[in-house]
């Protein structure tokens, strides 16, 4: 809550903050909707569960994913790509929450990318200890289209290169109910999440979700 007795106060967990050229941080854009989208999270979980996938280079990820709607990002020993097919199921992932498409829609539109339908949400849950390492996002078919990221659960620093691997990574840490917008020329920067600290979140216990809603066909 912002102190009411300044006439300047700024509560930092709300408003919007610009990360770089397309890249908007919407702080707590999803608050007051994540419990309908943890409950989201779970009908699909129960039916294409978590999964800890394979690198092509033979790796366990340390996230947990799922996927809902037309198309789920999948890696295994062959590569990462999209499928309409869950791998675990042999069936298609289940569809897309109207919340998530709805949010997504929304935040995007704040962010300046008007009329975005996403097809493919990437649910990814991190425990303490689970981390991704720097990596850039390039299976979908348009990178026109902006990537929009939901934070919720424990807190994250989310980390932040450039244009190559080598460039210095800037992190920035992203809390329950934060939302990005990735577009432009920051769609093909390099990111990851650094490894999740040990702690209790009121709404998801000892776990933090991140929704990536993307158009990838
Ligand atoms: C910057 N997820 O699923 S979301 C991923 O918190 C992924 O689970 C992270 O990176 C997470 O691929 C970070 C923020 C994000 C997502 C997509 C991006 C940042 C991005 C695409 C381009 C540039
Ligand atoms: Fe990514």
Not at 20 to 36: D, E, K, N, Q, Y
Not at 64 to 87: E, F, H, K, L
Not at 119 to 127: G, P
Request: charged share 20%; glycine share 12%; hydrophobic share 45%.
């Amino acid at each position: 809550m912002p102190p009411e007795n300044l006439p300047f106060a700024l509560d930092e967990t709300q408003g919007s903050i610009d990360l770089g050229v397309g890249a908007v941080l919407l702080r707590g854009f999803a608050r007051a909707r994540a419990h309908g989208l943890i409950a989201a999270i779970g009908a699909v979980a129960a039916v294409s569960p978590f999964r800890h996938m394979v690198t092509p280079g033979g790796w366990k990820m340390s996230v947990a994913m799922t996927n809902c709607g037309q198309a789920g990002w999948i890696t295994d020993r062959s590569g990462y790509r999209y499928d309409v097919v869950d791998p675990a199921t042999g069936r298609r992932w289940p569809e897309m929450p109207a919340a998530f498409a709805e949010l997504a829609a929304e935040a995007a539109g704040a962010a300046g990318f008007g009329g975005f339908r996403p097809d493919a949400c990437l649910i990814n849950r991190y425990v303490p200890g689970a981390r991704l390492s720097l990596h850039q996002d390039r299976n979908e078919r348009d990178f026109g289209q902006p990537i929009v990221s939901v934070s919720l659960g424990l807190p994250a620093i989310f980390l932040w290169g450039g244009k190559t691997r080598a460039d210095r990574a800037r992190r920035t840490p992203l809390i329950h109910g934060d939302v990005v917008v990735w577009g432009g020329p920051d769609r093909l920067a390099f990111h990851g999440v650094d490894t999740l600290a040990a702690g209790e979140h009121p709404v998801t216990g000892a776990c933090r979700f991140n929704l990536t809603l993307r158009r990838a066909l």
